[in-house]
């Protein structure tokens, strides 16, 4: 889901359903996450990255959703 969402964000065609100013900061948030994933979430347990793949799912969710009313 963190590269999913990365990789939606870092698109063109979707640059005018994400706001301007929290668009670094998500880029960030999802580096951070992926940080964690090979450090400290490595010996986390499945519950832990269950409530993280839904909270990322979530927002995801939410972006989407403005692009498909878009269309």
Do not use: H, P
């Given at each position: 889901m963190?590269?999913?969402?990365?990789?939606?964000?870092?698109?063109?065609?979707?640059?005018?359903?994400?706001?301007?100013?929290?668009l670094?900061?998500?880029?960030?948030?999802?580096?951070?996450?992926e940080?964690?994933?090979?450090?400290?979430?490595?010996?986390?347990?499945?519950?832990?990255?269950?409530?993280?793949?839904?909270?990322?799912?979530?927002?995801?969710?939410?972006?989407?959703?403005r692009?498909?009313?878009?269309?």
């Amino acid at each position: 889901m963190i590269y999913k969402m990365r990789s939606w964000l870092r698109e063109d065609e979707n640059a005018e359903f994400v706001e301007a100013d929290t668009l670094e900061e998500r880029i960030d948030n999802l580096t951070a996450l992926e940080d964690w994933l090979y450090e400290d979430g490595a010996s986390a347990n499945y519950s832990v990255y269950q409530d993280k793949y839904k909270e990322l799912s979530k927002e995801f969710e939410k972006l989407e959703t403005r692009k498909g009313w878009y269309d």
